[in-house]
């Protein structure tokens, strides 16, 4: 069976490596618009590099009237522990040498004002009590949490109330330096075909039944079939949706959100001294993607601060691509939904065109109403993130990711953006389970995916406390994260 598989980020990647661990007789191109794998938003700088667990995102547990619902932060912290034990299987494997060249050990924390205080306090009661986050630790003194994240509050008055949780086993992840470990792993190992500056144009089926994928390579026109297509192209998934002809295409219709980070080189001594991701709480009509954070990174070695994110309404479908590829991807029936959009989320479509023309001085603004003092203490500098695209569908707007499969099970993609890279492989391994069942229910496909996902149930994760620990300890040794064993 030919296979092909329209991106060569961390989606598109670890699609094509489960394909062909599981199912090792699959013909596998993958077409890619740039010059080399994860250079879009699996980028480092195109995303935060968050390991995200929902240790310390707000937003994935959302407060109704004083209810707070933890069932979003569950499953990512599930689909996040199926990750890493792909990951491990790829160290066990040699496919990857060193875990510290894309996965590092960093402080997960959350902080809050006098205003919000008792929603994380209630956050922190209900959070903690699973044994996902049993090691969440909470404070309102302001010595414990300086000792935590010193850069947020060595400048703070003693005086401004504060409260703030922390786990200490989150994780920064460079899913750049992943993918391309992984593509270089999935070419030389697997077989799987690289195709770089190939931008897919067009799909269709051809009279026999078999996708067509019409695309340009260094100006001449090139074409290639598939008995199977995944299209994992972020944003630039939706105008090839839309030429599909599937009778799904009409439902969906893309949301482009933009974004800048402000980003200071430390030293190594300083790394060591904050060594956190520290998430605060998103502003009212603001999209999730925009809850502010000051994050440590390590890029190739590297220490850096980054803090944002900035968001802005910018219609692209990727970084490197015109206005005039947005517009081209929209249809007639797309105008309802998109009005809809605009009307009845109209302080966030103000927001985001507020936050497009905020300049340098803002920016440093708002870092120091964040972290006082901090503007001053770094050389900081913007530079701008990835394109995400969200889904509008049925004419609303949603801040999650799709999986959507063809019904003859032959076209697959993945729409929307956050948790995005964090849960690659568990939302790659669902798609392959769609798109192919008869190959993944085989023995030796059962027997592969065993070994590489010891426990990839999240039900499982979720309800048995032990397996989850033996798991949890297991993979984080390998990656090298200390501290998850608990106290007896």
């Known amino acids: 069976m030919n296979v092909t598989i329209i991106g060569a980020g961390i989606m598109g990647t670890t699609f094509a490596i489960l394909a062909k661990e599981m199912a090792p007789q699959l013909d596998i191109t993958i077409l890619e618009r740039l010059g080399s794998a994860g250079a879009g938003n699996s980028w480092a700088f195109n995303n935060a590099g968050t390991g995200h667990e929902a240790n310390c995102e707000l937003n994935y547990t959302p407060v109704d009237e004083e209810v707070i619902s933890v069932e979003k932060a569950l499953k990512i912290h599930a689909q996040f522990n199926v990750a890493k034990q792909f990951w491990t299987y790829l160290l066990a494997k040699g496919a990857i040498k060193d875990p510290k060249t894309f996965i590092n050990q960093t402080k997960h924390c959350t902080i809050v004002s006098e205003s919000a205080i008792e929603e994380l306090r209630l956050r922190f009661k209900e959070m903690s009590a699973h044994h996902f986050f049993e090691h969440m630790q909470y404070s309102e003194d302001f010595d414990q949490i300086k000792s935590w994240i010193p850069f947020t509050m060595q400048d703070r008055p003693r005086h401004e109330k504060m409260a703030a949780t922390v786990i200490e086993t989150g994780t920064d992840v460079n899913f750049g330096a992943l993918t391309e470990q992984m593509a270089a792993h999935a070419e030389k190992d697997l077989g799987v075909v690289f195709e770089y500056n190939t931008h897919v144009k067009r799909v269709h089926r051809s009279p026999t039944g078999r996708w067509v994928v019409e695309a340009e390579s260094g100006g001449v026109a090139v074409q290639h079939r598939a008995d199977l297509l995944f299209v994992g192209a972020g944003g630039g998934a939706f105008p090839l949706l839309k030429k599909s002809h599937l009778p799904f295409r009409n439902r969906f219709a893309g949301f482009p959100v933009g974004g800048r980070f402000l980003q200071a080189p430390i030293s190594e001594e300083q790394a060591a001294d904050y060594r956190a991701k520290t998430y605060g709480k998103a502003k009212v009509g603001a999209p999730p993607m925009s809850v502010p954070h000051l994050d440590l990174r390590v890029v190739d070695g590297k220490h850096y601060l980054l803090f944002g994110p900035f968001a802005s309404f910018k219609p692209v479908l990727e970084r490197g ?117 008869a190959v993944c229910a085989s023995d030796v496909a059962q027997a592969k995916r065993k070994e590489i996902f010891p426990e990839d149930d999240l039900e499982t994760l979720a309800q048995n406390p032990d397996r989850y620990r033996e798991i949890r300890d297991s993979v984080n040794q390998c990656l090298g994260i200390e501290g998850t064993t608990r106290n007896a």
């Open 321 to 437: 691509r015109g206005v005039l590829d947005y517009v081209r991807s929209i249809r007639l029936h797309d105008i309802p939904g998109m009005v809809n959009v605009a009307l009845e989320h109209f302080p966030l479509v103000k927001y985001l065109v507020s936050e497009t023309f905020k300049g340098k001085q803002s920016m440093f603004d708002e870092l120091e109403n964040f972290a006082p003092g901090l503007s001053t203490k770094f050389d900081w500098a913007p530079i701008e993130a990835g394109q995400r695209v969200q889904i509008i569908k049925d004419g609303d707007l949603q801040m999650g990711t799709e999986i959507l499969v063809s019904t003859d099970k032959t076209y697959g993609t993945l729409l929307g953006a956050s948790p995005g890279a964090s849960v690659s492989p568990e939302v790659m391994l669902r798609c392959l389970e769609q798109m192919l069942p």
